[in-house]
């Protein structure tokens, strides 16, 4: 599906471990239905250590979308090894699942994450340990995972208080008719047959 790409020497390399930088631009891809994105030159920089990087515009897409953000520090340490749980933040965001209402963020922000990653299969045949460097061949499967995996959608309640005040409640939506990963970016059609002889 193009996502990930071998080397330039031919090899693919699964052992090798992915950078955070490499993960943004697998997420902008997978999002594009395989498509490198046509992302323009980056003008106004969010993070001061990706000025000239390779993976600027990706990184900057996937800043804009909420699924990546710095160290809090303004850098975004694009060359850092990206961890089994940090690729799973991404993923699930990209799912369309919003980190500050499932709790991504914060001190517990990895807790939340696995187990929603484990309830959505993300870590479906995989051994790893989420918070080591996650390999290429790992990366690999984490996408495939998510591309059988419907798109998240919420819907926003409004619950009267007694008061005269109302407090928005907001899940997910599951009366939705959500597409897929592979459905809606790759225009894959799922057919269910049954042999009948």
């Known amino acids: 599906l ?4 071998g080397k330039d020497d031919g090899s693919f390399d699964p052992e090798g471990i ?41 990184i900057e897409c996937c800043t804009t979308l909420g699924i990546v953000a710095g160290d809090g520090t303004g850098k975004f340490n694009p060359s850092n090894t990206v961890t089994g749980a940090e690729a799973a933040k991404m993923l699930l965001v990209a799912l369309g699942f919003k980190s500050e209402i499932e709790g991504f963020t914060g001190a517990n922000w990895a807790v939340n994450v696995n187990v929603r990653a484990n309830q959505k299969g993300l870590y479906s045949d995989l051994t ?9 061949d790992s990366a690999a499967q ?54 009948v002889a």
């Open 2 to 5: 193009n996502v990930i790409n």
């Open 18 to 58: 992915v950078t955070r930088a490499e993960m943004a631009k697998m997420i902008c891809v997978v999002l594009n239905g395989g498509k490198d994105p046509s992302l323009g030159n980056v003008s106004n920089y969010t993070y001061t250590d990706t000025v000239g990087h390779w993976a600027a515009a990706y």
């Open 128 to 136: 790893i340990s989420v918070d080591e460097g996650l390999t290429r």
């Open 142 to 195: 984490m996408v495939y995972n998510i591309l059988d995996v419907e798109q998240v959608t919420y819907k926003y309640t409004l619950v009267a208080n007694g008061d005269g005040t109302f407090t928005s409640v907001t899940e997910i939506d599951k009366t939705a008719d959500n597409k897929t990963v592979l459905e809606d970016k790759f225009g894959a059609v799922k057919v269910e047959g049954v042999v």
